[in-house]
């Protein structure tokens, strides 16, 4: 079923989730999209606007420009900070009170779901905030960039990590490399025990992230999509709200409050 309007469909995801006690909310960057993050499909902006994130966010392009993709991620670091996650974050946090047990997932680097208020987040790709240096994996204090900030967008040199002089690279998962085995084991177990998926703002197009929507209709739970285009998920999900995430959570959250 795939719906439109707010009320009539909030309503409507909100029977579909009367009597789940456990809830799992699984987002990707359209999540963050209204709290003006582009998205990772829509067109990079500023200087990045040329580049195919696809082709930044892997090693292959670390090892043969490190300048530029350190200068990407520490662009976006710092557009995070300064972010507030929207009302569909706060939202979400409300929401979670209404269920026993109530799990975000999420794609997203930004870590706006805890600034909201959300505890337990498992991050499946890391995060902007966290930087390590490439060979060894050594912690690095992003607070050390502050010195290393070009004022304008574009390459910066990432420096030699202090204990073994490799280079720091951002602590997000790149194309090609493995999710935290631990990440994907909390969100493996959360999702095969739900009653039902609240998929937010997610193209499915990354795996294995986008196993998770699979894995809970597999295992009978119900699947509500927001999202203002249609996905693979849509043929298949209980409900597809054609919505976005700032609009649809505060509604779905009223349509849950007990009357
Ligand atoms: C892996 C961190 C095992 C970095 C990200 C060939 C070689 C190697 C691997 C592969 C290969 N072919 C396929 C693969 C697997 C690959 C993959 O899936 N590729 C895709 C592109 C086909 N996956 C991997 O490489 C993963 N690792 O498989 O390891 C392995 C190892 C070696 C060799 C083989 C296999 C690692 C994947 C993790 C990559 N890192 N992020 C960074 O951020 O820089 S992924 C990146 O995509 C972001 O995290 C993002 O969240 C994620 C998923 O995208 P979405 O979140 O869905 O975002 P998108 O822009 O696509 O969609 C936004 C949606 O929101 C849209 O639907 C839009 O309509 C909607 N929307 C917009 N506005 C709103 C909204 N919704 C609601 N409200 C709104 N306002």
Redesign the pocket.
Known sequence: MTATGAGAHADRAADLLTGARRLVVFT????S??SGVP????AQTGLWASFD??E??TPQAFRRNPARVFGW?VW?ARQVRSIQPHAGYVALVRLGAAFESFVVVT???DGLHQRAGSSGVIEL??R?DAFRCFDRGHPFDSAQLAALESPREGDVEPPPCPTCRSPIR?G????????PAEAVARAHQAVAGCDALLV???????????DLPWLALERGAKLIE????P?PFSSRAHLSWR????SALPALAQALRPQ
């Open positions: 990707g960057a359209g999540m999209q209204e998205t990772f499909r829509d994130p696809n930044l966010a991620y976006r794609q997203n680097v790709h890391g902007l951002p997000v998962v790149w194309f090609g490399e493995l999710l937010i703002g997610t193209s499915g197009l990354v795996y294995p992230a986008a927001v999202n203002p285009t996905t919505s976005t995430a700032a």
